[in-house]
């Protein structure tokens, strides 16, 4: 099996590309400016089937082998799409029962994308056989270099209710429950009256009077993700039966997007590719930036993974659509090389004229290429030529954070004790503390193994049977750090008794009472100058060492933060939510006792790959500047995108970026 699109040669740069909104004299000018852009690798057809398959069975393949074979005429590899992502008119009219249905009984219709319900027999049949029609024209072709199935799967439709959705919902519930004596305990369902006597009373959670029960809600976020991975694997393996050597994958959403447990998902691509567009209103964008490709590199597993879609300007789907600064695009894909992507591509190779994504940027703009962007778009592409020694190096971090789809999926449900608590922006609080420490981390996924780490931070891991991997990893002389809303529950959303953070309490040597939301604005005092907001509960020291205490608010006096040391190793607590600078101060503090050397932080984002050039061990620094004064940094090497020596140290420009690679001093 083949793990990388290895045939193109080289960091992978590229896009989109839908010449089917191009008349065919406009496919020329495509390559020949590709190739002045140094584009290596694009996606094609991902939008295609209507005009690939115009009516039931009927497949026009004609126009794709031109295209395709221009491409390799022009020395560009690609990334071939199934086309699965988009149902045409005539199949969705043809049968209407692929159509998704809503909570409230509302049928989707065609007329944008993604129209299609994940257990829809129809849909199903007829995107595997549209794979293998693709996969039997074009195994041989010689511009194959990766299979693209689907794009973006459950961006739009994630969850489905309709009655087809019922039915698999069932069988899936009887795989994982094995019995409805087992299905009512872990639901819960002595509450409410809801003790279900056949399987057939089981419903999707469709809108309800109020509340719907949370074991129904967490097994249908975990069915609705099972159930779209069923579709991707079901095409994948028709490519992998016809073409062995080519690589597939499909595209994820990793930073923000909560439909999908991408942990699972990363277990059943060939490599993983993401797509990722900042908001252009977010001033710190360049921090859910670097958040987004650590967690696209844990996925990976540690492995080079590909950014599939990034934009070169503006998006057009944000309330603003804000056009990016010059050199914005340029640091954009270098901030995504330096966190381990092997390649950046966009969407989309030319900004179309027509149709919902007119005023989305692109590589060629609608003003041509005499433009900032493309000027832009040709100098990276210049640039991602000399740095072809970096393909396949990996990034190497001291410090983990624990990420869990199925916690944000517990927390985001209704009737918990605040609705001001947000998984994402928790877990990204104390990412962006750590990014702003020039500390470079790794994602892991609950249960991983952690002994490579000195500091694995646990925010919010709020469903947790076990804590055992924590402990162990404790004793061995780990440095752990818990926040709030950790082991609350088990795994089936049931809570631990005995006091909170229930798995956690022992290792933390601490134990809760109850909880105390605060109210909305509310802001209480610590007594080591730290405030924290949204979140305080009643906690006991039991063994551990209490660092700070409220002063004010519903607890003075209580404990706040904890410490507790156990084997050779430290468990913190956060019991509150920090904010700013004492969110920050403590987090240097973790990573400081957990010997873990901070990094020039500021704007200046620097990450370490390490590989081999030619046998021997190499590593390299990529610096990226996002500030607006010139940055020195102390490092002894060659830069290779200017190629001259550095002894001692180089200048990162304002708004600018370098690569060094280094040499032992
Ligand atoms: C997603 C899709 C693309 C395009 C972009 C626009 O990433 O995969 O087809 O719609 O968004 O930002
Ligand atoms: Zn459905």
Request: some cysteine.
């Amino acid at each position: 099996m083949t793990t990388w699109p290895t045939r193109v040669r080289g960091l992978a740069w590229g896009a989109d590309y839908n010449p089917e909104q191009w008349p065919e004299d406009v496919w020329s000018e495509d390559v020949e400016l590709m190739r002045r852009a140094g584009v290596n690798l694009v996606s094609v057809a991902i939008f295609s089937w209507a005009l690939l398959e115009v009516e039931e069975g009927r497949y026009e393949f004609g126009w794709l082998d031109r295209v395709l074979d221009r491409l390799h005429e022009g020395g560009i590899w690609v990334d071939l799409a199934t086309a699965t992502a988009a149902p045409p008119p005539w199949l969705t009219t043809a049968y209407p029962e692929v159509l998704p249905e809503t909570a409230d009984g509302v049928r989707l219709s065609h007329g944008s994308r993604q129209s299609y319900c994940p257990s829809s027999p129809v849909y199903r049949a007829k995107a595997v056989a549209l794979a293998r029609a693709l996969a039997e024209r074009y195994r041989e072709h010689p511009a194959l270099a990766a299979w693209h199935v689907n794009n973006e799967y459950g961006c739009h439709v994630s969850r489905c209710y309709c009655d087809r959705c019922a039915v698999a919902f069932r069988a899936w519930l009887r795989a994982r429950h094995g019995t409805l004596d087992a299905l009512n305990d872990a639901w819960g369902t002595a509450f409410w009256s809801q003790h279900y006597t056949s399987w057939e009373q089981i419903l999707p959670p469709r809108a309800t009077p109020t509340s719907h029960n949370p074991g129904q809600l967490l097994d249908f976020d975990r069915f609705s993700s099972d159930a779209l991975l069923e579709l991707f694997k079901a095409e994948r393996d028709v490519l992998r039966e016809l073409t062995p050597d080519v690589p597939v994958t499909t595209n994820f959403m990793a930073a923000g997007f909560s439909g999908l447990d991408y942990w699972k998902w990363a277990a059943e691509v060939d490599f993983v590719s993401n797509d990722h567009y900042t908001r252009g209103e977010d001033d710190e964008r360049h921090i859910d930036l670097a958040y987004s490709a650590d967690l696209v590199r844990g996925l990976a597993g540690g492995r080079p993974w590909l950014l599939m879609e990034h934009s070169t300007s503006a998006v057009n789907w944000q309330p603003r659509n804000i056009a990016k600064l010059p050199g914005e695009l340029r640091r954009n894909s270098y901030a995504h090389l330096a966190r381990g992507a092997d390649g950046t591509l966009f969407f989309q190779w030319r900004q179309s004229r027509a149709g919902s994504e007119r005023y989305h940027s692109a590589m060629v703009p609608h003003a041509g290429p005499d433009t900032k962007v493309y000027r832009e778009v040709e100098q990276v592409g210049a640039e991602y030529g000399r740095l072809a020694e970096l393909v396949g190096s990996t990034v190497a971090a001291e410090v983990a954070v624990v990420f869990d789809w199925e916690s944000w999926w517990a927390l985001s449900q209704p009737n918990h004790p605040t609705g001001d608590f947000a998984y994402p922006a928790h877990v990204f609080a104390h990412y962006r503390a750590l990014w702003r420490a020039g500390v470079t981390v790794d994602f892991v996924p609950p249960g991983a193994d952690l002994s490579r780490y000195r500091l694995v931070v646990v925010p919010a891991l709020y469903a947790v049977d076990d804590a055992t991997p924590y402990e162990e990893y404790v004793a061995g002389g780990g440095h752990l750090l818990v926040t709030y809303l950790s082991g609350v529950t088990d795994t089936r959303g049931h809570v631990h008794l005995g006091g909170y953070p229930g798995a956690f309490r022992e290792l933390l040597g601490v134990r809760t009472e109850e909880f105390h939301p605060l109210r909305a604005d509310q802001v209480v005092a610590l007594d080591d100058g730290s405030t924290a907001a949204v979140w305080t509960e009643h906690l006991h020291a039991d063994g551990a060492k209490v660092l700070a205490s409220y002063t004010d608010g519903p607890l003075p006096g209580v404990p706040a933060v904890t410490r507790n040391e156990r084997g050779d190793g430290v468990a913190w607590y956060v019991a509150c939510g920090l904010v700013g600078d004492g969110l920050a101060r403590l987090l240097r503090t973790a990573v400081e006792q957990a010997g873990v050397p901070l990094g020039p932080g500021g704007d200046v984002e620097v990450v370490r790959r390490r590989g081999e050039v030619a046998g021997s061990a190499v590593s390299w620094l990529v610096a990226v500047n996002h500030g607006s004064r010139d940055a020195k940094l102390p490092v002894t090497g060659v830069e290779l995108l200017s190629g001259a020596r550095v002894p001692g140290g180089v200048v990162v420009p304002a708004g600018g970026v370098v690569v060094i690679r280094e040499e032992e001093v």
